[in-house]
């Protein structure tokens, strides 16, 4: 038997399909040998070249055989309805295809277009959906029940009739862009900037206003997701004298020494017990400015009147005169800053709003 033009070309579709199906993910590296072996088996049998674009693109018609084979499965269980019987039947050839409008199917799309023009969706959908009973794969209504979808929300839906009209009709600019609104309202911004580049190619001179629009609007909504995945860049720190722990807190280590050593217990010359200090409301939010503020701690380490009264606290000496520590004007806003800001309020004193 002889290949026809018609083999060839389906040889090449199932040759462009194995390739995209390594390209899109369905089939994983480990496979890609063995695709490459079928591929070279079928163009040698087929006598097909895969690397012609051109015998490519006119095999599939700007479409996938995934795509052809959709369409397919979503008309293979419908069928035409036939007028009543007159005693002749009608031969295979003499059916309407399964796009062709009649003219009830074109009564009930006009329908559909004035409950569209009143914003009733749910009436248009009704009777699109009638329509296409009659003609299952004609554009036009899926196009426009795509629209009808995609207005009353139902964005999936919308979709599905959308890519069902290009996949009959790869050079129908409308349904492309229905397909590109759909796709952009479920925030699959590639795949909507995919059919809008298709929707322009099929209109031809650079395309339409309102189709260059979505397209712009599909790359700036990429170019956002793209800057918003990249990580914040690292911060330098600029805190003289603190140093930082793990995750970016300061090192309260180095406080703990300059008070006087390490103790939990509250013992001569120890800290006091860390517990017992957070739970005064005074401590919890001074440990809290301090730990927000790394250069806080960087001052406290170098002032050296601060130190002295560590040093002392941390022998035995005894509190110092706290009147006289606080007399030092750079110490006095230190503390008031380390009190959470905003002047001489005592412990307890709420934030007052800014």
């Known amino acids: ?36 072996i079928a591929q070279s088996c079928i163009a040698d049998t087929f006598k097909v070249d895969p690397t012609d674009n051109a015998a490519v693109k006119d095999a599939v018609g700007g479409q ?4 052809i084979y959709s369409v397919y499965e979503k008309l293979r269980n419908k069928s035409t309805p036939q007028p009543a019987s007159t005693g002749a039947e009608k031969s295979q050839d003499d059916k309407p295809a399964a796009g062709t409008p009649t003219a009830e199917s074109d009564k009930l799309k006009s329908e559909g277009n004035a409950f569209m023009a009143r914003k009733d969706y749910t009436a248009a959908i009704e009777q699109y959906t009638k329509a296409l009973e ?14 009808a979808y995609s207005a009353s929300g139902q964005h999936e839906k919308a979709a599905d009739d959308a ?16 397909l590109g609104l759909a796709r952009f309202e479920l925030a699959d911004y590639h795949a909507a900037k995919e059919a809008y580049e298709k929707g322009i190619e099929s209109e031809g001179n650079g395309g339409s206003e309102a189709m260059k ?86 001052n406290l380490m170098s002032n050296p009147r601060l130190r002295q009264m560590a040093e002392s606290f941390g022998q035995g000496g005894g509190m110092p005169d706290m009147s006289s520590l606080m007399s030092d004007p750079n110490i006095a806003e230190m503390a008031r800053n380390f009190m959470g800001g905003g002047g001489a ?10």
Do not use: H
Not at 29 to 35: F, G, K, L, R
């Open 213 to 298: 629009r979505g397209l712009e609007t599909c790359k700036r909504k990429i170019d956002e997701a793209s800057r918003e995945s990249e990580p914040p860049s690292e911060e330098l720190e600029t805190a003289s004298g603190a140093s930082r722990g793990a995750g970016g807190m300061p090192d309260l280590s180095s406080l703990a020494s300059m008070l006087g050593g390490g103790g939990q217990g509250g013992g001569s010359g120890g800290m006091p017990d860390l517990g017992s200090m957070m739970n005064n409301p005074m401590f919890a939010n001074m440990a809290q400015n301090l730990m927000s503020n790394p250069d806080m701690l960087g």
């Open 64 to 67: 996938s055989l995934a795509n």
């Open 163 to 178: 890519e069902l009209a290009v996949a009959v009709d790869p050079k129908y600019s409308k349904a492309w862009s229905r």
């Open 134 to 147: 009659i003609a299952p794969a004609n554009t036009i209504y899926l196009s426009n029940r795509a629209a």
């Open 345 to 354: 309020g005592g412990a307890g004193a709420g934030n007052g709003s800014k």
């Open 1 to 36: 038997m002889s290949l026809t033009e018609s083999k060839k070309r389906l040889a090449l579709a199932i040759i462009d399909f194995l390739g995209s199906s390594l390209k899109d993910g369905t089939l994983t590296a480990d496979d890609a040998e063995s695709i490459e």
